[in-house]
C-alpha cells in the first residue's frame, strides 16, 4: 500500500524566506501526489497535484512541488513566505481517489 | 451546492451515546469520502462510496461505525456507542469520479466524547 512521510511536523521561518516542506512517498506504481492546505477551522484546500505530466507542479499561492522519482520526494516550495501562508500542510499521495493517503502533516509558521 | 456541506460542525455528546454526522457533497460527483482527522495527525481513510454502494470501507476502525448513502448524494456517518477516543474532526470530500480528479473536502464535523 502506499504512504507519505512528512519530514518535519512543525517548520518556522521569517516572512520574505524561502518555505521548503518535505514530503517522501513510498508506492509500489506510480502515484499521483498532492499538497493540501488547511487553514484553522477550515476544510482543506488542494494547492497543488502531480498526475504524471510535467515533474514541476505550479500551484495556488506561489507554492510550487517538484517530483523526483529517483529520491522518492515531492518537497513543497514557495521562494518568499508570507504571513497568510501559516497554515498545516498535508502531502498526499493515491493512485485512484479511492485509496488517497494523506501524511501526519507540517505546521508551517511564519515569523515577521 | 457550491460545496461540501457537513453538519453538525460541532457535536459534543456523552460516552456510550449515538451519533449521526451528515455530508452534503457537491452536486453531480458521484464519489464521496469520509476521514477521520485527530488532532496533531492527518486526514485517516474511513470509507469511500461510488454511488449508493460504499467501494471500500477497509478503513473504518470496528463495527461501531456505519455510514450510507442510499441515494448516492448525502451520506450520512453513524457511530454507536461513542467512546472517547472517537473525539475528532470527521472530514467528507466527495469528487466527479475516481481517477485522478481532485477531493473537495467540507470544513468537517468536530465530535467531543465527553
Known amino acids: 500500500a502506499q504512504s507519505v512521510t512528512q519530514l518535519g511536523s512543525h517548520v518556522s521561518v521569517s516572512e520574505g524566506a524561502l518555505v521548503l516542506l518535505r514530503c517522501n512517498y513510498s508506492?509500489?506504481?506510480?502515484?499521483?501526489l498532492f499538497w493540501y492546505v488547511q487553514y484553522p477551522n477550515q476544510g482543506l484546500q488542494l494547492l497543488l497535484k502531480?498526475?504524471?505530466?510535467?515533474?514541476l507542479v505550479k500551484g495556488i499561492n506561489g507554492f510550487e512541488a517538484e517530483f523526483k522519482k529517483s529520491e522518492t520526494s515531492f518537497h513543497l516550495t514557495k521562494p518568499s513566505a508570507h504571513m497568510s501562508d501559516a497554515a498545516e500542510y498535508f502531502c498526499?499521495?493515491?493512485?485512484?481517489?479511492?485509496?488517497?493517503?494523506f501524511g501526519a502533516g507540517t505546521r508551517l509558521t511564519v515569523k515577521p | 451546492g457550491a460545496g461540501v456541506s457537513q453538519t453538525p460542525s460541532n457535536k459534543v455528546t456523552e460516552k456510550g451515546k449515538y451519533v449521526e454526522l451528515r455530508c452534503d457533497p457537491i452536486?453531480?460527483?458521484?464519489?464521496l469520502y469520509w476521514y477521520r482527522q485527530s488532532l496533531g495527525q492527518g486526514p485517516e481513510f474511513l470509507i469511500y462510496?461510488?454511488?449508493?454502494?460504499?467501494?471500500?470501507d477497509s478503513g473504518l476502525p470496528n463495527d461501531r461505525f456505519f455510514a450510507v448513502r442510499p441515494e448516492g448524494s448525502v451520506s450520512t456517518l453513524k457511530i454507536q456507542r461513542t467512546e472517547r477516543g472517537d473525539s475528532a474532526v470527521y472530514l467528507c470530500?466527495?469528487?466527479?469520479?475516481?481517477?485522478?480528479?481532485?477531493?473537495?473536502f467540507g470544513a468537517g464535523s468536530r465530535l467531543t466524547v465527553l
Open positions: 498526499a499521495v493515491s493512485h485512484n481517489n479511492n485509496d488517497m493517503r
Open positions: 452536486s453531480g460527483h458521484t464519489a
Open positions: 508506492s509500489s506504481v506510480p502515484p499521483y
Open positions: 462510496f461510488q454511488g449508493t454502494g460504499a467501494a471500500d
Open positions: 502531480y498526475t504524471s505530466a510535467a515533474t
Open positions: 470530500a466527495s469528487s466527479l469520479d475516481a481517477g485522478a480528479n481532485v477531493l473537495t
